[in-house]
């Protein structure tokens, strides 16, 4: 990892909603209204600061925020701009703890924008990492759930001023059924704030740097557009991942089921893939990809689809048939490979229970990502 | 009124009973569970105090409380008996006031007992009077609302320990909704404490004296079995309503709607209404009554279903095609029957927009009920 961000300017915006849409494998949320409230409390004169994680004081209170519902409506149905606020203050409030810095829930599409939007707004720093390094559909699937932090109370808002606390649940799952029945009735798009957590929780158990990754990730692609370079293998280069496909969309199903978007993707290979078929299933995020009937990668792993020409991440709801795509297997954090993890983010828990899973090897040496 | 009940006895429990599902029009859910509960508080060495309206000191802080939910699941799902209490204390905690006394949100079914079982094991008491006088589906149908109280935050509990506080809405309506969605992931059965209201207001709104009520009704049927008088007069005579037809249930369709128990029943006349066809049209409550065509009664009068021979009421669920029955047309207290009352519970307000509400006429002098 390279110098890591220590605040955030508008260039950095644009950068950021281009990797944060990459590490969202297909789901997450567009993070393109986040990046335009943050842009305009740029302008404002307020600061998006970054703190990063290994200066995070032991026992500073943290607290992961972001957006919850249905991606394909906060498109649709715009942010008013301060729900995540009033979800941290009524957070304050039910607590008594006075917040020091947020970080987000999912670095991957538009909660990479909601920490930054906050902590520009309260006057306080964005811890440089999230709970997953990616995308997932579900809260219990972050690592503070993961590993063992209790998430009630958490306090959720709308754009409309309702406000909601979760006090009280039985398990983290239970939160997230709470939420989610909340968030329904609140329009399918609301914000959520989980209960604080300690520095030293923080710095052990965030996936590190993913703001940083975010940007250089982003970076690197708006520059190969430049220099007319190939942003598949800057993507590939950035991030240690591997090219399990080229080809063109023959075949696509999605639905809706239970709030989600489920579905598969037939993609027909070219290029070194000539003759080849690979699947894509799918549920908001990519989850499993096969080809030729062979298992290449799944989740935690990141199944990433871009544009073949421009490098561009293109989420499930933009998927059509006839795109010539790139699909990439982007090794994930050690974090998301433990034995605890794969039970709540592994193959089984999304469905795939024949499925094995195999952890992607990294062609570097680095650890971790 | 004769003389207003100071506490509640075990015998005092079988009338309330029988009263509290005749004042529940077919709904309300069955006050069967809550009534073995508050005896076993009783056996237990608590009390059951009941405080009239008028004694209520105009700065007491009154909770409005009960159970939520799918009144068919209530019966099956057997509430772990401190649901009420629990979200009475998250109140509390919520508000910082320290809670006076409760008050029943309904005193038609099983909100008639959960008001007596929190008082019994918070050790205060319990308010003789309710929010609705009879039973409605939603809690924007109370007076509370409809005169102006401010149900927010209102508390949630269910029976493995989840809290949730809704802290603010945009409306009273925006309430019901939050907390129905919130009910249906509780498994279909909570509880929830609205807001305390003053001692002052609740003088002034509350249906008065329904505890006092449902036990003398409860007590004239049960003395008219005893007696082998008729219990249908007894009903008819204690509560100045109207016998507007006797018949047998010759067709019936219901079904579930929103999780709403939904649909109408025919009943073809006998004795004095040979020859007449009855309608009556249900949403969880009987709602409308037609003889021959014509609207005889509607919300929010009273619409009573009491088998022929004994008495006892039959609620939504148990209509059975072939029953014997006698539909009883009862006067609202005039709370219900003021304009911003009749917009909330009128016949409009329940998809009946071409029925104009009559009242009732009451035989005798009283006012009110």
Chains 1, 2 share one sequence.
């Not at 958490?154 to 398990?171: L, Q, V």
């Not at 990433?304 to 010539?324: F, N, S």
Request: aromatic share 6%; glycine share 12%.
């Amino acid at each position: 990892m390279d110098e890591l961000l220590r605040q955030v300017t508008a260039e950095d915006l644009e950068a950021i909603e281009i990797g944060a849409a990459i590490l969202g494998t297909g789901g997450g949320g567009n993070p393109y209204i986040g990046k335009l409230r943050c842009r305009e409390e740029l302008r404002k004169g307020h600061q998006i600061n970054i703190i990063p994680l290994h200066e995070l004081s032991d026992d500073a209170w943290v607290v992961s925020l972001g957006g919850i519902g249905a991606p394909v409506v906060g498109v649709e149905k715009i942010e008013q701009g301060e729900e995540c606020l009033r979800a941290l203050y009524a957070l304050e409030k039910e607590t008594g703890n006075k917040i020091d810095a947020v970080i987000s829930s999912e670095i991957g599409g538009a909660n990479a924008m909601e920490p930054m939007l906050t902590g520009a707004q309260a006057g306080i720093p964005v811890v440089d990492g999230d709970g997953m390094g990616r995308a997932f559909p579900e809260m219990q699937m972050c690592t503070w759930s993961i590993y063992g932090h209790k998430s009630t109370p958490s306090a959720m808002a709308d754009e409309k001023g309702s406000i909601i606390i979760i006090r009280d649940t039985t398990s983290e799952i239970a939160l997230e059924r709470f939420a989610r029945a909340t968030v329904v009735e609140m329009g399918a798009a609301g914000a959520i704030a989980l209960a604080p957590m300690r520095g030293s929780f923080v710095k052990r158990y965030a996936i590190p740097n993913t703001i940083t990754q975010a940007l250089q990730l982003g970076r690197s692609v708006l520059e190969s557009q430049i220099n007319n370079s190939d942003p598949i293998n800057t993507v590939l280069e950035k991030e240690d991942g591997q090219l399990v496909m080229t080809g063109k969309i023959i075949d696509l199903e999605r639905h809706l089921k239970g709030g989600f978007a489920v579905g598969h993707v037939n993609v027909e290979g070219f290029g070194d893939f000539r003759g080849k078929l690979g699947e894509i299933y799918l549920q908001n995020e990519f989850l499993v990809f096969k080809l030729d009937g062979e298992v290449r990668a799944c989740v935690p792993d990141l199944i990433v689809v871009l544009e073949a020409d421009t490098g561009l991440p293109i989420t499930t709801e933009m998927l059509r048939y006839g795109q010539r795509v790139a699909v990439l297997a982007l090794p994930c954090h050690d974090l998301l490979r433990s034995e605890e993890a794969l039970e709540v983010i592994g193959p089984a828990a999304f469905g795939y229970p024949e499925i094995t899973y195999t952890p992607l090897v990294r062609n570097s040496s680095r650890e971790g990502n």
